[in-house]
């Protein structure tokens, strides 16, 4: 059978990459989510029955609040844009999951630790701040490639909000590390919790609306109102 060439070689090779791009991704991100929300749940559980007392939960249950809040928003993040754009998979694609999630999945074993969950807490939004910057290239190459305008612009403002918002709570994470070290951890925890999940829905509404916008200029009918 002799090798398909030309054009028509290509535009099977590229209904081949959008094809499979989308079940190999998100193959990968329920494996890598599930064992990060089985920790959680596994270990959010083991700790309400070891503390009977209900005000020592109040020590834990923030941070089990602020780890789900971190679950979905890497979920979704990961699993957003997997019908817009369905670029071929480079190294860099398939190892930054594999990181952010290892440093999810860390915080999950220290909720009664805190000063350890801050620090890895602000690995884990290092991280993430990388993977928006390699997921704005990869979409934004992509669009460029449709000449759209708007998408173009779209993409890029709202990864680059996502970008300096996870670094600030990287900053944030860092300065309650560095405080907690002085002694002051009430006062330090309660804004700085409450400051990070703000950033953390902020995130997920602000997505919510970008994916809205996608939806209508595709003229999906649901979305147009």
């Keep these: 059978m002799k090798p398909h060439s030309g054009s028509g070689n290509k535009e099977d090779l590229r209904r081949r990459i959008s094809g499979s791009w989308d079940t190999v991704h998100l193959t990968r991100m329920s494996?890598?989510?599930?064992?990060?929300?089985?920790?959680?749940i596994f270990n959010t559980f083991e700790y309400v029955q070891k503390y009977a007392a209900a005000y020592a939960w109040l020590r834990f249950l923030p941070y089990s609040v602020l780890s789900f809040i971190m679950l979905?928003?890497?979920t979704y993040e990961y699993t957003r844009f997997v019908?817009?754009?369905?670029y071929p998979?480079?190294?860099?694609?398939?190892?930054?999951?594999?990181?952010v999630g290892i440093a999810e999945a860390g915080c999950f074993f220290y909720l009664t630790n805190p000063r350890?969950?801050?620090?890895?807490?602000?690995?884990?939004?290092?991280l993430g701040s990388w993977s928006f910057h390699n997921t704005m290239r990869d979409?934004?190459?992509?669009?460029?490639?449709?000449?759209?305008v708007n998408q173009y612009r779209l993409i890029q403002n709202y990864f680059r909000v996502n970008i300096y918002l996870t670094i600030m709570v990287a900053l944030i994470?860092?300065?309650?590390?560095l405080l907690s070290m002085r002694g002051l951890h009430w006062y330090v925890e309660?804004?700085?919790?409450?400051?990070s999940g703000a950033c953390g829905l902020s995130l997920i509404y602000k997505g919510e609306k970008v994916c809205t916008k996608l939806y209508r200029e595709l003229g999906l009918e649901q979305y147009e109102n």
């Design 31 to 40: 494996v890598i989510q599930g064992v990060a929300f089985g920790l959680l």
């Design 173 to 177: 994470c860092a300065l309650t590390v």
């Design 89 to 99: 998979q480079r190294v860099w694609d398939i190892m930054t999951p594999y990181f």
């Design 116 to 126: 350890s969950w801050w620090f890895l807490t602000g690995v884990f939004c290092c």
């Design 139 to 148: 979409c934004s190459q992509f669009i460029k490639r449709g000449q759209n």
């Design 72 to 74: 979905v928003l890497v």
């Design 190 to 195: 309660v804004p700085a919790c409450m400051v």
């Design 83 to 86: 019908g817009f754009f369905p």
